[in-house]
């Protein structure tokens, strides 16, 4: 990250940055979730989130499987 920074002495630029800063993390999805609001009885819920973490991909999973895709 530092070879690739722009360095000042003072106020003069002494080398400008080169590239740019790649975000680190996973890749893009090729077909990404979109966020939606969906409100749900308190009882879907309370079952869904008592499976543990993963909860809203079960959800999904579960709506796919009830549409047949």
Same mark, same amino acid.
């Given at each position: 990250?530092?070879?690739k920074a !722009?360095?000042?002495?003072g106020?003069n630029?002494? #080398? =400008? !940055?080169?590239g740019?800063?790649?975000?680190?993390? #996973? =890749?893009?999805s090729p077909?990404?979730?979109q966020?939606?609001?969906l409100?749900?009885?308190?009882d879907?819920?309370?079952k869904?989130?008592a499976?543990?973490?993963?909860?809203?991909?079960r959800?999904n999973?579960?709506?796919?499987?009830?549409l047949?895709?």
């Open positions: 990250m530092f070879r !722009a360095v000042y002495k106020d630029l002494v #080398r =400008p !940055a080169t740019t800063l790649k975000s680190i993390g #996973r =890749p893009p077909n990404p979730k966020q939606v609001t409100r749900l009885d308190p879907v819920i309370e869904f989130r499976t543990g973490k993963g909860w809203q991909s959800i999973a579960e709506l796919r499987k009830a047949g895709i």
